[in-house]
T-cell receptor, first 114, second 115 residues
């Protein structure tokens, strides 16, 4: 079975622009989570979606938004990009169980903001 | 103070050595503990998953959780050059509230195993 897929692999934007990142979960998984990983740091939780509903939100500004589609794929949108948004954006897929919910990560999208 | 503290290293060991990686945490609500391995410019790969206190072994890897001390460890036996990567500890509380499903990660420890 295919793992978590993300697109694009790399992206270069300028300050003030908008970006959309995409994620397809593992087949049979209904939950998608998004994380931001700045170079040299561990991933930081942004959102979790389950069955198209937002289930959790991290400490990120409203410039960050996401949604999940009926096929469980997901998009992360970031508006008004700042230099500090440069990072590896990771998508994690899980079954969406209440507890014991193992998250499997995709390869990430590397975003560079100039 | 960060919720999860992890020494970033770097840690360099010879092939065949036993490696010990550690994390401490402050949030007593954490119940699920994970170790991920991340190769350069790749996504994290799940290595070990444990619930509450105790030990878990999988091949050359052993994970230990001591909730009374808020301390978790990962041991790698007979380390190989292919083990060279960044190792991330991650933790999760019982589901609830707006942080549902949230994994809280340490900074990551960079490990190099040289032949």
């Amino acid at each position: 079975d295919a793992g978590v897929t993300q697109s694009p692999t790399h992206l270069i934007k300028t300050r003030g622009q908008h970006v959309t990142l995409r994620c397809s979960p593992i087949s049979g998984h209904k939950s998608v989570s998004w994380y931001q990983q700045v170079l040299g740091q561990g991933p930081q939780f942004i959102f979790q979606y389950y069955e198209k509903e937002e289930r959790g939100r991290g400490n990120f500004p409203d410039r960050f938004s996401a949604r999940q589609f009926p096929n469980y794929s997901s998009e992360l949108n970031v508006n008004a990009l700042l230099l500090g948004d440069s990072a590896l954006y990771l998508c994690a897929s899980s079954k969406g169980q209440v507890n014991s919910d193992t998250q499997y990560f995709g390869p990430g999208t590397r975003l560079t903001v100039l | 103070q960060k919720e999860v503290e992890q020494d970033p290293g770097p840690l360099s060991v010879p092939e065949g050595a036993i490696v010990s990686l550690n994390c401490t945490y402050s949030n007593s609500a954490f119940q699920y503990f994970m170790w991920y391995r991340q190769y350069s410019r790749k996504g994290p790969e799940l290595l070990m998953y444990t619930y509450s206190s105790g030990n878990k072994e999988d091949g050359r890897f052993t994970a230990q959780v001591d909730k009374s001390s808020k301390y978790i460890s990962l041991f790698i036996r007979d380390s190989q050059p292919s083990d060279s990567a960044t190792y991330l500890c991650a933790m999760r509380a019982i589901a609830g509230g707006t942080s549902y499903g949230k994994l809280t990660f340490g900074q990551g420890t960079i490990l190099t195993v040289h032949p």
